[in-house]
């Protein structure tokens, strides 16, 4: 399996300011690799594909890079709607897989 | 709209069986392969299974193969999972999610379900 392993895990940070989160995949997936936000109590949601296509409907803040191993999720002035856990996905390769999530806490 | 929803989830006991439905509105199913992604009370995301638009290929974790069946009815617009010898492990969320991109590799997961919860407890 791939092991994807998302830092930090938790991010404290103030509206305004530029997040980035990183995402390291144990192998090669080329850019098959999907980001998600999820609230608490709700269903995550897409935000980028295919390592840097933002889905329609996201904001332009968010913005996502990367290939191979090293990937980052990029949200470039923080919103108050933006507090929340975001995974990665690995689709290289089944089983498919997911970071372990990184929390964004309002500092 | 893109609507999924899911069915089916409550307390069962280890060793038994459940099923989970997914109602499937706002697309032509037929079209699209379809997941179950799982989620652990305060944990992160787990991928179950996947079947293909037209049922012939399935694909499962190995934590619920040969416990756990995906399966679709067209007729009905409904995805299923049967899960049976259930664990206390296997208590989670349970989303369907569809598939999205133009081939299995490569695809993510859109929309997602609100979720069942499946608590497996004596």
């Known amino acids: 399996d791939i092991q994807m392993t998302q830092s930090p895990s938790s991010v404290s940070a103030s509206v305004g300011d530029r997040v980035t989160i990183t995402c390291r995949a144990g192998?090669?997936?080329?850019?098959?690799l999907a980001w998600y936000q999820q609230k608490p109590g709700k269903a995550p949601k897409v935000l980028i594909s295919a390592a840097s296509s933002l889905q329609s409907g996201v904001p332009s803040r968010f913005s996502g890079s990367g290939s191979g191993t090293d990937f980052t999720l990029t949200i470039s002035s923080l919103q108050p709607e933006d507090f929340a856990t975001y995974y990665c996905q690995q689709a290289n390769s089944f089983p498919w897989t997911f970071g372990q999530g990184t929390k964004v806490e309002i500092k | 709209q893109v609507q999924l929803v899911e069915s089916g989830g409550g307390v069962v006991q280890p060793g038994r069986s459940l099923r989970l439905s997914c109602a499937a509105s706002?697309?032509?199913?037929?079209?699209?392969?379809m997941h179950w992604v799982r989620q652990a009370p305060g944990k992160g995301l787990e991928w179950v299974a996947l079947i293909s638009y037209d049922g012939s290929d399935k694909y499962y974790a190995d934590s619920v193969k040969g416990r756990f069946t995906i399966s679709r009815d067209k007729s009905k617009n409904t995805l299923n999972l049967q899960m049976n010898s259930l664990r206390a492990e296997d208590t989670a969320v349970y989303y369907c999610?569809?598939?999205?991109?133009?081939?299995?590799?490569?695809?993510?997961?859109?929309?997602w379900g609100q979720g069942t919860l499946v608590t497996v407890s004596s």
């Open positions: 999610a569809r598939h999205r991109g133009q081939q299995l590799v490569g695809g993510w997961f859109d929309p």
């Open positions: 706002g697309f032509i199913f037929s079209d699209y392969a």
């Open positions: 192998q090669d997936i080329s850019s098959w």
